[in-house]
């Protein structure tokens, strides 16, 4: 998967709600393949949109 499909598909998980879970991430991101830039990117990427990563299920709007 690219970096720009991986940074687009947290981007829509993580818009709704504001929050994207570990969980979430972990299962968006195909391990083998990730490198360490990507996920950079993709943290920055939702960093600018003021999308949290939190632990456990907290994705219920603020």
């Known amino acids: 998967m690219r970096q720009e499909d991986m940074i687009r598909m947290a981007l829509q998980l993580g818009r709704p709600t504001g929050v994207i879970t570990f969980d979430q991430l972990n299962a968006l991101l195909p391990s083998a393949t990730t490198q ?27």
Do not use: F, H
């Open 36 to 62: 360490p830039e990507d996920i950079e990117a993709i943290m920055e990427a939702l960093s600018d949109e003021g999308i949290n990563l939190v632990e456990g299920d907290q994705s219920q709007p603020r």
